[in-house]
Each structure stands twice: as structure tokens, then as C-alpha cells.
């Protein structure tokens, strides 16, 4: 027998209710917590009022529920499902002959189609947000600034010191042992001045300083001159570079793709960038899964002690296959794993546990 309209749409409803419902809560409570760490941070700091603290957390607030949704897509499905069990809904359903599939069958929709805007959408204005959290942090809290930029012309590189700054520019990097081609140094005394440039083959970053092969120095009011060898001293560091890398999550789902080709052209691997932007991929997947795991729980469970123990299983569930995410992502970023599988691991797990587990529930 066939799910009615009129019975999916009712389904979908409360399935969304419920979804929606956990979500508003879950989003209210990081929203609290997250303003009162904002405040453990920011104490001390005569320049950052409350409303700056109110403003960085509402900027921050989309990227942590990026990260809580699956959680609450759990949570709620959990809750949804054990109401209906617990009214009888399921039973007279299942006594008329539907099956489990075709009950999961709307939630399950409703999980993909907010996974799809959550990628498509939701994404982009959580990444842009983000951007300008970490812009607001960097200028109020870490008191540092951005060092590196990385376009279609090449790299940007700036490094300071006591006495000026210099701005390096290079046609391609090599990151294995971060040597610069093609290079040319801005030289800047105090924050403007400009003193020199430096025209060179090549760079190569050693301990303490820039080691420039076959450079030409020129200075205004002054005649070029070649050198074989010249030593630009340095305070960086090859993990102070790549740190200084825009994060994935600052970029949206659309600009990673473009981003990680600029960035792959450049001489840098995007590794990391493509690990995060397969992760988005497998996002409306894993809610889907989500939807499935939490029917293990709840669609048998009609007493509060049923209910208790499903939303307990449900919360432990969770959190273990958050532990699993974070431990198979921690393996894609150090490349001990393919890129695809730790992406897609935590949905494809996910998956195939709640439908090995409905499928022993209904077929026995």
C-alpha cells in the first residue's frame, strides 16, 4: 500500500516541527554560551564593549550551526518519532499496511532538502560571516593581521620587523621547501616609506632569514646593482605561512572549488580546502542518516521510559559518531587517509548502520 499525500504531508509537518523546534533551542543555548566565552575574552579590554561581544557572536552563530545541525537533525527526528509512537500514530499506520520506509520516506526528504540549502545557501552567508567574525577577532583579541594572500597573479607575502616592513611577491611557490620564483620585495621603512626593491630568480626560506639568489637592488635616487647572493632576514616560519592561509570555513561552498585551483597553481597543496568542501558535499547525506539512526531508537518506544532511553541512545549516538567525524577528519587532514573517504566516511558509516539497523527492525 501506497503513503497517502494527505499522510505524508502530515508526517513532513511534524517531522519539520519538531526539527525546527530543536533546532531554535539548540541555536538559542550555543548562542548563550558562545557570548559568555565572548566575555570571558574579551574582559580586561577597554576597547571592546558589549555590543562589539553581542555583535561577534551573532557573526559567529551560523558557522556553529553549521556544525550542530546534524545534532539536531538527530535530536529532533528522535523527538518527532517518539511522539508519534508514543499517540499511537505509527501503530495504526503500520496496521494499515504502510511499512517503515515509506514513513521515514518525508523525513528523510525534508533532511536532504535542508541539506541542500544548507550547502547551497546557508553555507555562503555562514562563510561571509564567519570572514568578518575573524576579521572583528583578529583586530580586537588576537591583535595580529594577516600576512599572506594568494591570487591568479601569484603569492603575496608581508613580514615586519622593528624597522620596517617588506612586501614579497612570486610567481609560483614550491612548498616542500618553500622556495619563491620569480621574486619581487617591496622594502618600506616604518609603515609607508618606500627605500628599495629587490628583483630576484628565486627565494628560498632558511632559519632566520631569505636566502636571494641573483638579485638585482635598486633604490630610489640610486643605480641598480646585481648580486650572486643577498640575505633578507625573517621572522617566519614555514607553519607561520600556511597558517596564515584564509580557513575553508571562511569560504563558501561555490568560491572553494575556484580557491583551491588558485591555490593548487600557486605551488600550495588544498588539501585541507578540499577535504572541507567534500565534507559539504556529503552534508545533505549525512542528515539523511541522520533521520535513519534516530528511527533505531524511537519508532518502537511509546512510554516515557522509552522515551528516555531513546533520547539517551539517540545523544550517545550522536556524540559518537561526532567523535568518529572528528577523528576520521583529523586523518584526512594529515593525509594519512584519501581526501573522499574521510570526506564521506561519517555519512556512508552513518547510512549504512541505520539501514542495516531498520532493516532487522522491519524484516526481522
Not at 552567508?125 to 591583535?143: D, F, V
Not at 594568494?150 to 617588506?166: E, M, P
Request: one cysteine or more; aromatic letters at 10%.
Amino acid at each position: 500500500m501506497g503513503l497517502s499525500a494527505t499522510l505524508s504531508a502530515y508526517l513532513a509537518r511534524h517531522i519539520a516541527f519538531w526539527l525546527a523546534s530543536v533546532f531554535a533551542g539548540v541555536t538559542g543555548v550555543a548562542f548563550l554560551f558562545d557570548t559568555v566565552e565572548m566575555l570571558r575574552r574579551s574582559a580586561g579590554k577597554a576597547d571592546i564593549g558589549m555590543m562589539t561581544v553581542l555583535q561577534m557572536s551573532v557573526l559567529k552563530l551560523p558557522h556553529l550551526v553549521q556544525q550542530m545541525l546534524p545534532f539536531c537533525v538527530l535530536l529532533g527526528a528522535t523527538l518527532a518519532f517518539w511522539r508519534l509512537a508514543r499517540a499511537n500514530e505509527l501503530v495504526v499506520t503500520r496496521a494499515a499496511g504502510i511499512s517503515a520506509w515509506q514513513i521515514l520516506a518525508p523525513a528523510t526528504a525534508i533532511a536532504i532538502l535542508v541539506g541542500v540549502i544548507q550547502v547551497s545557501l546557508f553555507n555562503p552567508l555562514a562563510s561571509a560571516m564567519l570572514s568578518k567574525y575573524e576579521q572583528l577577532e583578529t583586530r580586537y583579541l588576537k591583535r595580529s593581521v594577516s600576512m599572506l594572500s594568494v591570487s591568479s597573479t601569484g603569492l603575496w607575502l608581508r613580514q615586519s620587523d622593528a624597522t620596517g616592513q617588506s612586501v614579497i611577491h612570486a610567481s609560483r611557490v614550491a612548498q616542500s621547501d618553500m622556495s619563491l620564483h620569480d621574486v619581487i620585495i617591496f622594502l618600506f621603512e616604518g609603515e609607508d616609506r618606500f627605500i628599495g626593491r629587490i628583483d630576484a630568480e628565486n627565494a628560498r626560506l632558511r632559519d632566520g632569514y631569505w636566502d636571494i639568489r641573483n638579485a638585482w637592488i635598486s633604490s630610489p635616487n640610486k643605480r641598480p646593482y646585481r648580486v650572486a647572493e643577498h640575505r633578507l632576514d625573517t621572522d617566519l616560519t614555514l607553519n607561520k605561512i600556511l597558517d596564515s592561509f584564509a580557513s575553508p570555513e571562511t569560504m563558501s561552498f561555490w568560491q572553494l572549488p575556484g580557491f583551491i585551483e588558485t591555490l593548487e597553481k600557486a605551488g600550495f597543496s588544498g588539501h585541507r580546502h578540499k577535504l572541507h568542501w567534500h565534507s559539504l558535499l556529503a552534508s545533505p547525506l549525512l542528515l539523511a542518516a541522520m533521520i535513519l539512526v534516530a528511527a533505531i531508537f524511537a519508532l518502537r518506544a511509546s512510554s516515557r521510559a522509552g522515551a528516555a532511553l531513546s533520547i539517551s541512545g539517540a545523544v550517545l549516538c550522536g556524540f559518537l559518531l561526532y567523535f568518529m567525524s572528528d577523528l576520521v577528519y583529523a586523518l584526512g587532514l594529515s593525509a594519512s587517509i584519501p581526501t573522499l573517504l574521510a570526506a564521506w566516511t561519517p555519512a556512508g558509516v552513518s547510512t549504512l548502520l541505520g539501514l542495516s539497523a531498520l532493516f532487522h527492525i522491519e524484516d526481522g
